[in-house]
């Protein structure tokens, strides 16, 4: 079972940049597709992002295209998600997720994932 620890969320200004990291426990994180997703206040959770288990492959909502970007460190345990030009309506909470069947392609769904961190706030000021 993996447990899932985010982090660097906060206070950052519209145009400004932040970097989100999700530890893992265990010593299969190499074997998850792992994926970002923000719920912001009334509205469901969203796709932000995902990676495949080496990192080769990636996938994008359409909305951080260019602006965002998803990598790994499978010796560290280790997601991030770098996001740059920030926007205020990107105001929310973000989690990580793993996804541990084994599947082609990366999934998208807030049902495919099977683990999930406890989020953190981030809060874009216009």
């Known amino acids: 079972q993996a447990q899932l620890v985010e982090s660097g969320g906060g206070l950052v200004q519209a145009g400004g940049s932040l970097r989100l990291s999700c530890a893992a426990s265990?010593?299969?994180?190499?074997?998850?597709?792992m994926g970002w997703f923000r719920q912001a206040p009334g509205k469901e959770r969203e796709f932000v992002a995902a990676?495949?288990?080496?990192?080769?492959?990636?996938s994008y909502a359409d909305s951080v295209k260019g602006r965002f970007t998803i990598s790994r460190d499978n010796a560290k345990n280790t997601v991030y998600l770098q996001m740059n030009s920030l926007q205020f309506e990107e105001t929310a909470v973000y989690y990580c997720a793993a996804e541990t069947k084994a599947r082609v392609g990366l999934p998208t769904d807030v049902m495919d994932y099977d683990y999930w961190g406890q989020g953190t706030q981030v809060t874009v000021s216009s």
């Open positions: 990676i495949s288990r080496i990192g080769r492959v990636t």
């Open positions: 265990g010593r299969t994180f190499s074997y998850y597709i």
